[in-house]
């Protein structure tokens, strides 16, 4: 039962999902929808207080390869795999003064890498930062300061830097060596400070008022030099609300919680195994976790595990978020499908899936436009995902009954109706969008109700009746008569033929 619905008169308002071509919505089972216009699906969402739902669609999608501009879903790379002579994307951060997103990338060509910077209002390729570098990571923006911190790896594969990238000039400021492979990095506003994961086991931090190594934080003791899956810091989130960053710690199966305050590791949660992307959601308090298959839900106020999101389809592997502060979604994409889910903040249930590119990476919400970007290492492109609100009509469904003495209470309970609650006969009324509807109907003892159990929703004139009839009843009478041999005479009384009894 999703919801529960007051007496005659209130409406019900279900909240459904506009297929386009390039959507598949999911409702924690299976796949439907029909690509070639609107489909009411009972049983996506719930809405109760207002008429709206929301449908998603990739808007477009911008080739960093000629720099285009192409409708609706990701492309082809135009010039094959290994071709065409473009750095894998991977990456982003947003330039809330600019307006900008810095692309880092991951492939080494012709001695040279890049960090692309797209304009969002736009959609275009403005510029390509080069970087002496082999492999790109995680980008932040620090808007105290107007700069950008890029995580790269060296060519020699054996150390990294962090980039200090000047939005206006489109330049590298400065380089700090870091001394190991990293990747991911969280800003600290208040302190005005960047955390910086390292592969040899330690969380880098930077000063950004100097932009110099302020202090380095052992992760785990129990770091072993060669570990095929050492318990190094892969990707960071930071809570405001509670003051804690936090790393997804790839060969453990955990998130560790780290001080900003003292700069010391001081919990550790478990989840699924290869943690990898990490999200906070400042709304509902909660981070989401992508593990191999499975996404976990971390409440930080008690740092506790919350709830795991599974039944991601055959090929879900999850790996990098973004928070939409509009909607209270969460992105994340599915590098093993080709496709990003978004997943409601307020009851953790995937709403839409999305195809995009082959190889879907980095994930970035567009606050100026509304819009999330995210990155496709392969085909080198650039999708744009817009949530839009519409309006759904509902229609006001009649559902009487017949058969039943005066007085009578009777009940309909259904995914998209809800419970009803006691109906003292009479017609109850549910506000229905169109579509077919399974109904559990319960009458009084001693009545059944009319076979059909689901209704289909077609427009303003559907109205359906039930019929109760009363239950068989088979008497038994003996008697007696004195002096004579006794016998016992079974009357039948309103026999009729076998019939579902409450519904069953």
Known sequence: MLSRLAL???????????????????????????????????????????????YYYPMSTLSLYNNSIFPGNSISRPHGYFDAPLEKPEMAAYDTMNHNL??????????????????????????????????????V?????????????TDSGKSGNVLVINPVSNTVSKEI?????????????DKNQVFVAGEDNHVTVINCST???????????????????PPSPFLLAYSAATDVVYATMYGRGTVSLISPVNY???????????????????????????????????????NTLVATIGNLGKYGEPAYFSFDPDTNQIYVDGQGYGNVWAINGSDNKIVADLSVGLIPMGVTYIPSNKEVMLVNEEPGTVSIIKPTLSVMPVYPVPITEDGLPTGSVWYINGSATGDSGPIVRGTYIAYLSNGTYTLTIKGPAGFVYSETDKMAVNGIDSSFQIVFTPIAEIYNIAIATSGIIAFILTVYYLTKRKQREGGK
């Open 141 to 153: 923006y620090n808007p105290a300061d107007n700069e950008l911190y890029a995580a790269v790896k």
């Open 264 to 302: 010391s590791v001081f919990g550790n949660i478990s989840v699924g195994s290869t943690p990898r992307g990490i999200v906070y959601d400042p709304v509902n308090y909660d981070l989401y976790v992508s593990n191999s298959d499975t996404i976990s839900v971390i409440n930080t106020t008690s």
């Open 8 to 54: 005659v008169g209130l409406s019900v308002l279900i909240s459904v999902m506009m297929i386009v071509p390039g959507i598949a919505l999911y409702d924690g089972t299976s796949f439907e929808g029909n690509a070639n216009g609107p489909s009411a699906l009972p049983g996506v969402g719930l809405s109760e207080s207002n008429s709206s739902y929301r």
């Open 177 to 189: 060596n870091i001394g190991t492979t990293v990747f991911g990095e969280v800003l600290v506003p």
């Open 102 to 139: 810095y692309i880092s990338s991951s492939e080494f060509v012709g001695g040279s890498a890049y960090i692309y910077v797209v304009n969002t209002s736009t959609n275009s390729l403005v510029d390509k930062i080069s970087i002496t570098s082999f492999q790109g990571g995680d980008v």
């Open 211 to 229: 932009d110099t190594i302020f202090r380095n934080i052992t992760m785990s003791s129990s770091y072993v030099s060669g570990d095929y899956n």
